[in-house]
């Protein structure tokens, strides 16, 4: 019994894997149970054990979205590389949408997902670890910081939109509109704006 739980569990994260494989390749349109199925050799039948439907896998796949990126938030606010968390912790949302469009767009806009709790639970998660890095800042008022930190979540989505509309034509212009953006949160924070 032990043994087949075991299988389970790894024909779950192999699923999950390939499914995000899939995405980044080709978007939400090209995420096919069958696609997934073929790619672990595994039968459509075997992922209903794991998922209840394509908007199940979506959700998972949404959900472990919003873990890396509060993990990658965390980490970058820990690592001392940055001379303010909100830095730290804008610069690794901003990494984040870029090395991985697909997926965040999937987070953000996918209709399926709009409903789900645990997929919104994840994401205030992700939220509050990134709300974290404003608090203790002297150039945000205490009372601001939620304000601040949500304006600049809510401006990932367009952000995202900018980084996807890149393309790979050329590869580092995303990267080049990341560091303008970090560029212009310092600069909106900085005490000569507020004057």
């Not at 990126?69 to 820990?78: E, K, S, T, V």
């Not at 995303?174 to 303008?180: E, I, P, T, Y």
């Amino acid at each position: 019994m032990a043994e087949e739980l075991k299988v389970m569990g790894t024909l779950r994260r192999r699923a999950l894997d390939a499914a995000r494989g899939l995405l980044e390749a080709g978007g939400v349109d090209g995420l096919h149970l069958r696609a997934i199925a073929a790619e672990v050799r595994s039968g459509v039948a075997t992922l209903y054990h794991h998922f209840a439907d394509k908007n199940a896998l979506l959700a998972a796949l949404a959900i472990e979205g919003w873990e890396e990126l509060a993990r990658a938030i965390d980490q970058a606010m820990a690592s001392g590389k940055f001379p303010h968390r909100i830095d730290a912790a804008s610069r690794a949302f901003l990494t984040f949408i870029h090395r991985n469009p697909q997926l965040y767009a999937l987070m953000q806009t996918e209709q399926a997902l709009a409903a789900n709790d645990a997929v919104r639970a994840a994401e205030r998660a992700a939220f509050a670890v990134f709300q974290s890095a404003f608090e203790g800042d002297g150039r945000v008022p205490p009372e601001r910081v939620e304000e601040v930190s949500l304006t600049i979540w809510v401006l990932g989505r367009g952000i995202a939109s900018a980084v996807l509309m890149q393309g790979d034509e050329d590869p580092g212009a995303a990267g080049r509109l990341v560091a303008k953006v970090i560029s212009g949160f310092g600069f909106l924070l900085s005490p000569r704006f507020a004057d």
